[in-house]
Antibody, heavy 121, light 108 residues
Framework: EVQLVESGGGLVKPGGSLRLSCAAS????????MSWVRQAPGKGLEWVGR??????????NYAAPVKGRFSISRDDSKNTVYLQMNSLKTEDTALYYC????????????WGQGTLVTVSS | SSELTQDPAVSVALGQTVRITCQGD??????GTWYQQKPGQAPVLVMY???NRPSGIPDRFSGSSSGNTASLTITGAQAEDEADYYC???????????FGGGTKLTVL
């Protein structure tokens, strides 16, 4: 059974930093493209960014609102993907979902349950 | 542009057919993908590609596309289909970057 378990969310002040983790199991993590999607309270889904597997170059891509502030990395030995969030703004407040992408179909095939990030003074 | 537009809310009588639509320029080049989200739960993939359902998704769900519009049709809507539905599409990078604003489906 595929499982994605996010952790690391919490309350942080504007301008602060936070690192989210997502532990994966039930599939070959090293082959997977991984992505983060967020959802502000009562709002819709917003793509945050993506990291390819190492075979495909391990490159990242980010949404415009987070580019230069957020970074995604992975540790295949730990089956874990990370989202480093710096210079946080109040508008980054959201539930952050870890997802596994099917690169061929362009679909978010698996989702975690999310971890809540609240940016507030 | 990678913007996708959905009707905010749609309702359907139990057992009837409903179509949820999504419009955007990127849909001229890429098929739309659909996610169902129930309150307090993570989204679930329900439709992708030309008309493909992941394993476990009932066959009352179907997809179609024409021009800049993608559609998700539920034939014989059930109470458990009441949820928010989001469309998604890729941009020129190939990443699934664009989400529609979501459609809240109410089954009456």
């Amino acid at each position: 059974e595929v499982q994605l378990v996010e952790s690391g969310g919490g309350l942080v002040k504007p301008g602060g930093s936070l690192r989210l983790s997502c532990a994966a199991s039930g599939f070959t993590f090293s082959n997977a493209w991984m992505s983060w999607v967020r959802q502000a309270p009562g709002k819709g889904l917003e793509w945050v960014g993506r990291i390819k597997n190492k075979i495909d170059g391990g490159t990242t891509n980010y949404a415009a609102p987070v580019k230069g502030r957020f970074s995604i990395s992975r540790d295949d030995s730990k089956n874990t993907v990370y989202l480093q969030m710096n210079s946080l703004k109040t508008e980054d407040t959201a539930l952050y979902y870890c997802t596994a992408i099917s690169p061929r179909a362009g679909t978010f095939d698996y989702w975690g349950q999310g971890t809540l990030v609240t940016v507030s003074s | 542009s990678s913007e996708l537009t959905q009707d905010p809310a749609v309702s359907v009588a139990l057992g009837q057919t409903v179509r949820i639509t999504c419009q955007g320029d990127s849909l001229r080049n890429y098929y739309g993908t659909w996610y169902q989200q129930k309150p307090g739960q993570a989204p679930v993939l329900v439709m992708y590609g030309k008309n493909n359902r992941p394993s476990g998704i009932p066959d009352r769900f179907s997809g179609s596309s024409s021009g800049n519009t993608a559609s998700l049709t539920i034939t014989g809507a059930q109470a458990e289909d009441e949820a928010d539905y989001y469309c998604n599409s890729r941009d020129s990078s190939g990443d699934p970057v664009a989400f529609g604003g979501g459609t809240k489906l109410t089954v009456l």
